[in-house]
T-cell receptor, first 112, second 113 residues
Framework: EDKVVQSPLSLVVHEGDTVTLNCSYEVTNFRSLLWYKQEKKAPTFLFMLTSSGIEKKSGRLSSILDKKELFSILNITATQTGDSAIYLCAVDRETSYDKVIFGPGTSLSVIP | KAGVTQTPRYLIKTRGQQVTLSCSPISGHRSVSWYQQTPGQGLQFLFEYFSETQRNKGNFPGRFSGRQFSNSRSEMNVSTLELGDSALYLC????????????FGPGTRLTVT
């Protein structure tokens, strides 16, 4: 059965800490891996990863994919209270059925 | 540039009824996807429409259906509502089908009593 697993499921850190969120997957017909940040309601897009070993960066956030070991990490450096959110990992598949599979999310709380 | 809009934002229905949700994508976006989010199952893909055709489908029963109009606006319909259909329904739009960033709307919160 295709699945996406995230760890940890919940995390509490202090402002200024660096965090690493993990996403592993077992899916057929892998096309890309996606990271989203969800605050309150609508998820917002962070990264799309298709190739192994190429780090994508956006400010204090960065992410990398390992297609051999089937995982990705999302790093957040110098965390701020505004980083508090649920971080979702999803795999987009090259298939017309069950095209996108999401992980359960990691709930990150950053305390002052 | 206006974002993705969804209507209504909140809805309360009774078991057995049907419901129609609406999504207006970002101007110029031709792909619209629908997702269901519940505390128990998380975020699950329902279906994706492109150029008025359903291109991809998730693992949901036939009670869940949708359509897309020529202006890319999309509707989702759920018939014979069940208590388990209570969820946040999210719509996302993108320029195309593959390799494009998706932008999510605020969602419709459906409560079935």
């Amino acid at each position: 059965e295709d699945k996406v697993v995230q760890s940890p499921l919940s995390l509490v850190v202090h402002e200024g800490d660096t965090v690493t969120l993990n996403c592993s997957y077992e899916v057929t017909n892998f096309r890309s891996l996606l990271w989203y940040k969800q605050e309150k309601k609508a998820p917002t897009f962070l990264f799309m990863l298709t190739s192994s070993g190429i780090e994508k960066k956006s400010g204090r956030l960065s992410s990398i994919l390992d297609k051999k070991e089937l995982f990705s990490i999302l790093n957040i450096t110098a965390t701020q209270t505004g980083d508090s959110a649920i971080y979702l990992c999803a795999v987009d598949r090259e298939t017309s059925y069950d095209k996108v599979i999401f992980g359960p999310g990691t709930s990150l709380s950053v305390i002052p | 540039k206006a974002g993705v809009t969804q209507t209504p934002r909140y809805l309360i229905k009774t078991r057995g009824q049907q419901v129609t949700l609406s999504c207006s994508p970002i101007s110029g976006h031709r792909s619209v996807s629908w997702y269901q989010q519940t505390p128990g199952q998380g975020l699950q893909f329902l279906f994706e429409y492109f150029s008025e055709t359903q291109r991809n489908k998730g693992n949901f029963p036939g009670r869940f259906s949708g359509r897309q109009f020529s202006n890319s606006r999309s509707e989702m319909n759920v018939s014979t509502l069940e208590l388990g259909d209570s969820a946040l329904y999210l719509c996302a739009s993108s320029l195309g089908l593959v390799g494009y960033e998706q932008y999510f709307g605020p969602g419709t919160r459906l409560t079935v009593t």
